[in-house]
């Protein structure tokens, strides 16, 4: 969810009253303005933890790390993904929408029985989801929980807003239902990059603690694991799963 229409009208209203020359109207309008881009800056960077606190880097004295994908399962590039992960002997975590989970039902069951671990999403995954209700929210948390358990997996308490979005709203709904919310801090936006711009991000910014950002609905996703999971071999990384 962007604000940049926001900040546009608001720097044009601070530049017609500059012109103006009313001081005092210049000093309200340029407090609103950081005030509003404080806002919009806490809403779209969940490590700020301006609403709720988010996990952004795991607490770790060992050289690891956790790659995490989100948007799945999917039919045709999770499988591939869970291929991969057993030849590194490396665990991920999935945080899954729910209205896929049913039918990947085969999928999620070989996630868990992999050792691999799975986060709330969402039931929907909509645009739209900034702007919902406390209690819509709720509702699409507790869908996904219950499909979960319906497949016969504890739903923990892992969650992760769509689009990295948190707002006073999301934050209500997140902690009414005991969740916590687990950022990342390596966003590899590998849905709009090259798969090598995603491979040198990833390589340039990994360290012990590190939460990766992929999605298992990328198509390059395969190709940019498998070069990341070597690169942390060769660096004595390992990926562990989230709980």
């Known amino acids: 969810m962007r604000f940049y229409w926001l900040i546009t009208f608001y720097l044009t209203v601070v530049l017609l009253v500059v012109l103006t020359g009313n001081a005092n109207l210049v000093i309200i309008s340029l407090l609103t303005l950081i005030f509003l881009s404080i806002i919009v800056w806490g809403v779209s ?30 039919p045709e590039y999770t499988p591939q993904i869970l291929d991969i992960l057993g030849q590194y002997n ?32 969402t039931f929907e995954h909509l645009p739209s989801f900034p702007g919902w209700s406390v209690k819509r929210i709720r509702e699409s948390i507790q869908k996904t929980d219950a499909v979960l358990l319906e497949l016969g997996i504890e739903p923990g308490t ?8 948190t707002n006073n709203l999301i934050a209500a709904a997140v ?15 590998d849905t709009c990059r090259k798969p090598e711009q995603v ?40 990926s562990i799963a989230l709980s």
């Open 45 to 74: 960077v969940m490590k700020l933890n301006l609403f709720i606190r988010s996990i952004s880097n795991i607490e770790t004295d060992k050289n690891e790390i956790a790659i995490t994908f989100d948007d799945g399962p999917s």
């Open 158 to 165: 892992m969650f992760r807003p769509p689009y990295g979005i």
């Open 199 to 238: 491979i040198d991000l990833v390589k340039k910014n990994v360290k012990p603690g590190s939460i990766i950002l992929l999605h298992d609905t990328n198509k390059y996703v395969c190709e940019e694991l498998e070069e990341i999971l070597k690169y942390c071999k060769d660096h004595h990384l390992n």
């Open 90 to 121: 490396a665990k991920a975590t999935f945080f899954c929408i729910g209205n896929k989970l049913a039918d990947n039902k085969e999928i999620v069951e070989r996630i868990i029985a992999e050792g691999h671990s799975i986060g709330n999403h």
């Open 175 to 189: 902690r009414s239902e005991n969740k916590t919310c687990i950022g990342w801090s390596i966003r590899t936006k």
